[in-house]
């Protein structure tokens, strides 16, 4: 069992610019319809994103494909845990259609793990993205893949159909993953990261503060991913999605967002994105073009 801090009332309170606008208005409800007509799942959904009003207002989204219920039981993720059902094999076209209907101009498709799967997936992945390079080839797409397990030929798979950016969240920094990642391995998404520059991929990652990490701590995270050929990293304001998830133990300042943006790019990250209510997907479209 996981134990998490217990932390006063008074500290479990939101500050003023960590609040945002309820999703609303005729962009938002064209993709919700859109969504919902092609049975697919969002990130945005599934994962309580506070963006969701902005990107979806703006005819945006990310994507979940494999399905919803996620093999992992992260203590920091609002995705539902447990046996996934069969992954659906028309998945890939029914994306790659709503894209083109939404007029995407860059999309970002991420996934549950499905570690039951003995490929992790990348045959749906592969196709996902090839049907909407084919349905729309101007779309930009940006991978946000799961940890494959050191099943380098699935990770080979994945990231070979012509996406612009592949993603893989590292989420916390390395002290802290038995608390908030207990089925991933610091190292092993460190070589993932690794391996996908290795390949010729720009490479993004995120990591989520306010877990309980030091600025020490998040200093050695940024070394450790410059020195495994990190282009992008995204920094933002861990939320918890429950009461049965990872309490927030700090709220970090817009101040010392900016402060890590600097720190991050003096130590040889290309791009850091950096800011309370920054999440993998946000403003990803800039991500594209940052030189490799």
């Given at each position: ?115 039951e799967l003995k490929d ?35 990770l080979i798979h994945m ?113 850091v994105e950096s800011g ?17």
């Open positions: 069992m996981i134990e998490l801090p217990v932390i006063p009332s008074e500290r479990r309170k939101r500050p003023d610019w960590l609040r945002v606008k309820l999703p609303a208005g005729p962009e938002f409800r064209k993709v919700r319809q859109l969504v919902d007509n092609y049975k697919l799942h969002t990130i945005c959904e599934s994962g309580n994103c506070p963006n969701m009003g902005e990107c979806w207002g703006a005819g945006t989204a990310t994507f979940m494909i494999l399905g919803n219920v996620c093999t992992r039981s992260c203590s920091f993720c609002a995705v539902a845990t447990g046996r996934p059902n069969e992954y659906d094999a028309d998945e890939p076209r029914r994306v790659a259609e709503a894209i083109k209907l939404m007029q995407v101009k860059h999309a970002v498709i991420t996934s549950v793990n499905r570690d992790r997936g990348a045959e749906i992945w592969y196709q996902t993205v090839r049907q909407v390079k084919e349905n729309t080839p101007e779309t930009t797409i940006e991978t946000l893949i799961p940890d494959v397990k050191n099943n380098w030929e699935a990231i070979e159909a012509g996406q612009e950016v592949v993603s893989h969240n590292m989420e916390t920094v390395e002290r802290l993953y038995r608390a908030v990642r207990p089925q991933a391995k610091y190292a092993r998404s460190l070589e993932q990261i690794k391996r996908t520059k290795e390949f010729g991929q720009r490479t993004k990652s995120g990591i989520m503060l306010g877990l309980g990490e030091t600025q020490d701590e998040v200093h050695k995270a940024m070394d450790d991913l410059a020195e495994n050929g990190l282009d992008i990293l995204t920094l933002g304001q861990y939320l918890q999605p429950t009461k049965m998830h990872h309490e927030v133990i700090e709220w970090i300042t817009p101040e010392m967002f900016d402060n890590y943006r600097e720190e991050g790019l003096r130590r040889g990250l290309k791009y309370p209510l920054v999440r993998s997907s946000y403003h990803a479209e800039r991500h594209v073009n940052v030189p490799i």
